[in-house]
């Protein structure tokens, strides 16, 4: 199946029938890597990695999937960038680049960035998350750890700690688990830091149950406990992030005897003890794995390739 999109900004546009088609393609995508480390199918494409906004994972996935499948690469990287420091506009940044790379993946501080990068560039753009907004490859690298771990999308109760209010990466992934059905929601978070009310009301649109709770207690009889660190640099009050830093802690006694799987997009600061790590239904480190095969099947999907 190609690409029903040719950018790539929201996980509103992961519908059940792009993630089986991206998954199948993933999961060859594994298979290569594990049988011969990489394949060429990319070797005449560049790709143009823009973090504005700092990264690991993402940033180093996306290279190492571009570089499994023998892409060529430019990267700039940082908010001292010389275009964003001389003041020159996102649009103008990618009207530029598009001459130089034949797909581009950003990450931006601003929410909305990558509409505006999007509706510019003449070639297939990536949103690698923007502001408090989106970060679709993470939706799609969780939901296929989900399904690696749980053989299904649907008629699952997922629980997302701790910073529903600022965290892309819980928009993102409730956005996409929306799409299919029988799935059930329950926000845990400290007050100030609730699940937006046109979040909810667009999920609850959709059917989804949504409860909100503020006790960690209520994630761990769910499927998927889903967390997320305090994301720092969304607070406008320093303080704020400071009080509530240490407020919900997850630890290993807590899951004595619970089947839930504890997911994490990573980076872990305090929310997750490392007492957890040892557990098996620990999965943040696989989760962050399987953004290889995803990243590269998307790369290819995206290049028309696969
Ligand atoms: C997430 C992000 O950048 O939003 N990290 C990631 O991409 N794996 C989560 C986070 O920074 O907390």
Not at 102 to 118: C, F, K, N, W, Y
Not at 175 to 184: D, F, I, Q, T, V
Request: hydrophobic share 40%; net charge neutral.
């Amino acid at each position: 199946m190609s690409l029903p999109f040719r950018h790539l900004t929201s996980a509103s546009q992961l519908t059940p029938e792009v993630v089986q088609a991206i998954f199948r393609v993933a999961d060859d995508m594994a298979t290569i890597r594990k049988t011969q480390g990489r394949s060429r199918i990319l070797a005449d494409r560049v790709v143009a990695l823009l973090f504005y906004e700092p990264s690991s994972r993402t940033m180093l996935s996306f290279q190492a999937a571009a570089s499994r499948l023998g892409a060529g690469m430019i990267v700039a990287q940082g908010k001292e960038m010389s275009s964003m420091k001389k003041g020159e506009s996102i649009e103008d940044t990618i009207r530029m680049v598009m001459g130089y790379a034949d797909l581009i993946v950003m990450r931006h501080p601003e929410s909305g960035a990558a509409e505006r990068a999007a509706s510019v560039s003449a070639v297939p753009f990536i949103n690698a998350g923007d502001g408090g907004n989106e970060h679709p490859t993470q939706a799609l690298l969780d939901l296929y750890t989900i399904w690696k771990e749980k053989g299904r999308l649907s008629n699952l109760h997922v629980a997302f700690a701790c910073d529903p209010l600022h965290s892309r990466t819980i928009r993102s992934l409730a956005r996409s688990l929306s799409h299919y059905p029988g799935n059930r929601f329950t926000f845990i978070s400290p007050p100030s830091l609730r699940a937006s009310p046109a979040l909810l009301a667009e999920l609850r649109g959709k059917g989804v149950v949504c409860t909100e709770s503020s006790s960690l207690s209520d994630g761990t009889n769910a499927d998927i406990l889903y967390m997320n660190r305090l994301q720092e640099e969304r607070f406008t009050d320093p303080g704020e992030f400071q009080r509530l830093r240490k407020e919900f802690i997850l630890t290993a006694p807590m899951l004595s005897e619970k089947n839930v799987t504890i997911m994490d997009p990573l980076p872990r600061i305090d929310e997750i003890d490392p007492s957890v790590d040892a557990l098996p239904n620990a999965r943040y480190f696989a989760q962050a794995h399987n953004g290889i095969p995803i990243r590269m099947a998307l790369l290819a999907m995206m290049l028309g390739k696969a």
